[in-house]
């Protein structure tokens, strides 16, 4: 398993997607986490605006890492194993480790380290870029609060598991442009379309909440699309978002592991 670890681990350092993917994560959150930290300054400076307590633009302006920024682990996480496809390196892997659960529980587990990394890149943006936009607009950060670093917590913990979920998808369907398709067009169209329509009735509310983008937003406890859809009291916890997120890993991991893992290659 050590020399699985350290294949994998040369496998992504070596190469320039992870740091790409960085940079445009640290400048896609960092612009999006000031946008809303200035506009939340604006309402409260707003007379007319109707009163929101100030409590809670912190976290929203946090959870913007999570809230946007989850596709970008889910994408390397794909993309790292797909690429062994691509590009026909799974021969010597599997030559140089014959035992396949190695090498995938290698992938796994690098993954989730790397998703520990967008996970700090993230809230560098969006802690250090909207903190500090929120501070100059007279808003309290709360960075002193012990429930705002829960929630910074959990946004790691979240962005492991999406790097996870993303090694799985891969696993599950190896094509790698088929791979990226489906990430891209399922978060940024299907999801946010299916949580917006379900909103409308309480039994597709409770079906909506299991969605991976819902369970998300309900381990790291805020999300910007969770407010903007005026909240849900059937909410899942914390806990339950991340055994409904370790549940999609699994799931593909399974399928992926007794199908496409197991197959020859050549």
């Avoid at 806990?239 to 991991?253: I, K, N, P």
Wanted: glycine share 12%; net charge neutral.
């Amino acid at each position: 398993m050590l020399g699985s670890l350290r294949s994998e681990f040369l496998k992504i350092a070596t190469t320039r997607i992870w740091w790409i993917l960085a940079i445009i994560l640290f400048a896609y959150i960092g612009v999006t986490a000031a946008g809303m930290a200035a506009l939340s300054g604006a309402i409260t400076g707003d007379p007319e605006a109707p009163p929101i307590p100030s409590d809670m633009f912190p976290p929203l302006v946090y959870s913007v890492a999570t809230a946007v920024g989850y596709v970008f682990p889910l994408l390397f996480g794909a993309l790292a194993s797909t690429s062994e496809f691509r590009h026909q390196t799974l021969t010597p892997t599997f030559l140089a480790t014959p035992r396949r659960s190695i090498v995938l529980g290698g992938k796994l587990s690098v993954a989730a380290i790397w998703g520990v990394v967008y996970a700090v890149v993230g809230l560098l943006a969006s802690v250090g870029i909207g903190g500090a936009v929120l501070a100059a607009t007279g808003h309290d950060t709360l960075l002193g609060e012990p429930d705002t670093w829960a929630l910074l917590g959990r946004i790691v913990l979240a962005m492991a598991l999406w790097a996870i979920i993303g090694v799985a998808l891969g696993v599950l369907v190896p094509n790698q442009v088929a791979t990226i398709v489906i990430v891209l067009a399922f978060t940024q169209f299907v999801e946010p379309l299916l949580r917006f329509a379900s909103a409308f009735w309480e039994w597709t509310a409770t079906i909506g909440r299991f969605l991976p983008g819902a369970a998300s937003d309900a381990l790291v406890g805020s999300s910007i699309f969770t407010t903007l859809a005026g909240g849900n009291a059937d909410a899942l916890e914390w806990w339950q978002g991340g055994l409904v997120l370790g549940g999609y890993a699994a799931l593909f991991l399974i399928i992926g592991g007794l199908t496409t893992w197991r197959r020859d290659v050549t």
